[in-house]
């Protein structure tokens, strides 16, 4: 079955960075587009950064553009999230997710789920 696992997390000082990976396995990785997204307390889920199936094409939000990076390792069917500058409003628990389509900002697009890490930010 298909298992998307993320690590990586934890507890970080503003202006911290932190890197973030997510180990996929039981699907053909090379084939799908990847994306980062995250879920502070009481908030819904929201797009953070997506890759395409290729790493030719990356698009972030708005919140962290300039400040975190997506790429993957296709040969260790990896993504990663590096994440600089980080403030506060940072904090969340981050979920990678992949999808056969191309690069996408909503949820519904994506198939499969890992369980999430958590981002702690402290000022």
């Known amino acids: 079955q298909v298992q998307l696992v993320e690590s990586g997390g934890g507890l970080v000082q503003a202006g911290g960075s932190l890197r973030l990976s997510c180990a996929a396995s039981?699907?053909?990785?090379?084939?799908?587009?990847m994306g980062w997204f995250r879920q502070a307390p009481g908030k819904e889920r929201e797009f953070v950064a997506a890759?395409?199936?290729?790493?030719?094409?990356?698009y972030y939000a708005d919140s962290v553009k300039g400040r975190f990076t997506i790429s993957r390792e296709d040969a260790k069917n990896t993504v990663y999230l590096q994440m600089n500058s980080l403030k506060p409003e940072d904090t969340a628990v981050y979920y990678c997710?992949?999808?056969?389509?191309?690069?996408?900002?909503?949820?519904?697009?994506?198939?499969?789920w890992g369980q999430g890490t958590q981002v702690t930010v402290s000022s």
């Open positions: 890759i395409n199936w290729s790493g030719s094409s990356t």
């Open positions: 039981g699907l053909t990785f090379s084939s799908y587009s």
């Open positions: 997710a992949a999808n056969l389509i191309t690069i996408a900002t909503m949820t519904s697009a994506y198939r499969y």
